[in-house]
């Protein structure tokens, strides 16, 4: 009889494989990387009362150079989001900016998230490709950004969302 904890354990080294190699690969590892990319990224949203904007880098590395570059299954984001009262109307209280980040294989969304700040924030992360259901994961081919205002009210229902144009960058 075949144990069902070994598939588990072997999914568990693999996502731990995974993740070493991913902050080993965009940390730098132990020297730098010739196919390392990176491109700055920046997403605005203004509407009646308030602007915001958000604005860094997103960075990949490729293992192999090009002609025939590995898939690229992280993208580190830094940056930062800010939310501005930029005109003399009162805009709603409790006004959050929200910076969404998606990334994408094909149409598949394989990894989102979401910044917020009713002021200013710095942030770091890093987009990265689930592994289940296939141990082989899919290439990120692109990443949009865009920025949204809601307003913070009791749980579950957030306030009314607006958002400005979505930014593309190709991987």
């Known amino acids: 009889m075949k144990s069902p904890l070994l598939p588990r354990l072997g999914r568990a080294v693999a996502a731990s494989f995974a993740v070493a190699a991913t902050t ?41 150079p090009d002609p025939s570059p590995s898939p690229v299954t992280a993208v580190k ?3 930062e989001v800010a939310l501005r009262d930029t005109t003399p109307c009162a805009p709603p209280t409790r006004t959050v900016a929200v910076a969404v980040f998606t990334a994408y294989h094909g149409r598949t969304v394989v990894d989102t998230e979401r910044q917020s700040t009713t002021g200013a924030s710095k942030f770091e992360f890093v987009l990265t490709v689930p592994l289940v259901p296939t141990p082989t994961p899919v290439p990120i081919d692109r990443v949009t950004v865009q920025v949204c205002h809601t307003a913070i009210t009791p749980v579950p229902e957030p306030g009314p969302l607006t958002c400005g144009d979505i930014s593309t960058y190709l991987i």
């Open 24 to 64: 080993l690969t965009l940390t730098g590892g132990a020297g730098a990387d010739p196919a390392a990319a990176s491109v700055a990224f920046k997403a605005e949203h203004t509407d009646r009362c308030l602007s915001s904007h958000t604005a860094g880098q997103l960075a990949w590395r490729n293992a192999q």
């Open 77 to 79: 984001v830094t940056g």
